[in-house]
């Protein structure tokens, strides 16, 4: 128990560990919301955007790691397989709402993620913390250029 006049934990803790966790993103995608009209899905490019899928919510810098296996369901007729992600962006990055896509741009360390689309469906939120943490799906199946 610290005494009255003192913290067990800096108040500045986490503002001070967050710019050696946003040196770890080695990454950069763009993060879109889908409008209403969500666009479509072309089977050689993918998702085709909708009227509002060009501005983008935030752009920067991030990390991915799968996170769960993949899982296989039904939908629209076919197999979809689909891996969890836990993607990691700055502390400072601006909420991010559930279903919000965000598509890689740049990783240097795998060229092969270059052009996916994850869809956010979890945000995490926390009392102290070093970045946001966003678990995401990647549709394995429906992927630009059928990756």
Known sequence: MPFPSTSTVHPNWSRHHQPAAAAALSGALTIRIPSRD???????????????????LWTG?????AHRSDTSTQAAGQSVTVRTYL?????????IPIGARATVNEAP????????T???????????????????D??????????
């Open 38 to 56: 969500t666009g479509g899905w072309d089977p050689e490019h993918g998702p085709t955007p909708g009227a509002e899928a060009a501005t983008p």
């Open 61 to 65: 810098p991030f990390r991915a790691q």
């Open 87 to 95: 993607i990691t962006l700055p502390a400072d990055t601006p909420d």
């Open 109 to 116: 360390d795998d060229p092969h993620l270059v052009g996916k």
């Open 118 to 136: 994850f869809t956010v469906t979890g945000v995490t939120y926390g009392s102290h913390r070093f970045q946001r943490d966003l678990y995401a």
């Open 138 to 147: 990647l549709d394995l199946t429906n992927q630009p250029g059928g990756s």
